[in-house]
């Protein structure tokens, strides 16, 4: 049985495996692929420490960190489900099932579709739902994005260095996501916009030839050998039946990432900092639950966890020493511990001890 197991190898779930790999726990990692939405981006100009790197290089980066901590993968399996009895929660893939005492699922979104017709007929025969996978195959031809998010946006700006002529399908009265992407695209001789604009078909013969389109004057047919599909995401989370779910089908949490099920914490962020950020803090929390620590250490300071309530773990810094009721983060640490329980009295940790003392244990 595995101390953790953890379903996705996007930023999520791979940073979550890094630190939990730290922590020496025994974990899995259970992924249909590795990078997630990242490997699909173009040009990444707003990751923290490259100034400029491409999706699939940092996918590649991701990956190589988690491979040097030689962590259990299972590669091209997709969990169909998850179910716990008493203490244990069991994982269930098409190729087998695993047993684990703690769950984090980083399973992150697929691309919505559009739903219109000629989408099923012509998907991989000129329609797409990945520019970075797809756009080399479209060189010197007119192609259309559908969207005006972020997503759309990457993909424009990767398009227009690849095709004749971008089409911009957005739904909306002007386009959304980052202004500095917006104004690339918007001098660019390339590039058509229509705003507030919908899909009404996709047509061809074998291949894509045209799209039609519904616009504030009227409907428009646009000869294009391309369609590149941007309207947003669905969260991959179908296989998680026993837990809250919004009306998204995003996994409802508490403050600490737990869902309902006890054991089963889930983030599905957008911003992959915020994700690596959460996620290291959370596979650190799961470490206390699985062997019974008495701290929770984050990036900013350190969170006194009495009675191993990780309710605690909310805030750092002063916030933490308020919390046990001492000055500061260092009075924190010379603080003792006021009760512990049976399985952390068995591995050393003792009421009265000093803070610091149990933190050699543990470390």
Not at 129 to 144: E, I, N, Q, R, S
Not at 326 to 338: C, M, R, T
Request: aromatic letters at 6%; a positive charge; charged letters at 25%.
């Amino acid at each position: 049985m595995y101390d953790l197991i953890i379903v996705g190898a996007g930023p999520a779930g791979i940073t979550a495996a890094v630190y939990a790999a730290r922590k020496r726990m025994q974990l899995l990692v259970i992924s249909k692929d590795i990078g997630g939405q990242a490997a699909w981006s173009g040009d990444i100009e707003n990751y923290t420490g490259y100034q400029f790197i491409s999706g699939p290089e940092l996918a590649a980066k991701f990956e190589e960190h988690m491979r040097q901590y030689n962590i259990a993968l299972k590669e091209n399996e997709s969990v169909n489900g998850i179910r716990k009895t008493q203490n244990v929660i069991t994982v269930t893939t098409e190729k087998g099932s695993y047993e684990c005492r703690s769950l984090i699922i980083a399973s992150g979104k697929r691309t919505r579709e559009l739903n219109v017709p000629g989408e099923k007929e012509y998907k991989n025969k000129g329609l797409t739902y990945c520019a970075t996978c797809d756009g080399p195959l479209f060189a010197d031809k007119d192609v259309a994005v559908i969207g005006g998010g972020n997503s759309a946006l990457d993909a424009a700006l990767q398009l227009v260095n690849i095709a004749s002529k971008v089409y911009m399908v957005n739904n909306v009265s002007v386009l959304g996501g980052d202004a500095i992407m917006r104004e690339k695209l918007e001098v660019n001789l390339k590039v058509t916009i229509f705003n507030d604009s919908r899909v009404k078909a996709i047509l061809g013969d074998k291949m894509v030839k045209a799209l039609r389109i519904n616009t504030a004057q009227g409907e428009k047919e646009l000869a294009v050998q391309g369609v590149f599909v941007e309207v947003g995401l669905i969260p991959n989370s179908e296989f998680a039946k026993d837990l809250d779910k919004n009306k998204l089908g995003e996994i409802r949490i508490n403050p600490q990432n737990e869902t309902n099920i006890p054991g089963t914490n889930s983030k599905m962020l957008k911003k992959k900092i915020i994700k690596i950020g959460n996620k290291g803090i959370e596979a650190i929390a799961i470490k206390l639950l699985t062997k019974t620590f008495v701290l929770l250490r984050g990036s900013k300071g350190y969170i006194m966890c009495g009675y191993l309530n990780l309710k605690v773990a909310q805030k750092f810094q002063d916030a933490a020493a308020k919390i046990v009721g001492v000055a500061s983060i260092e009075d924190a640490l010379k603080a003792q511990i006021h009760s512990c329980t049976p399985q952390a009295k068995k591995i050393g940790i003792k009421p009265g001890q000093p803070v610091k003392d149990a933190l050699r244990i543990i470390a």
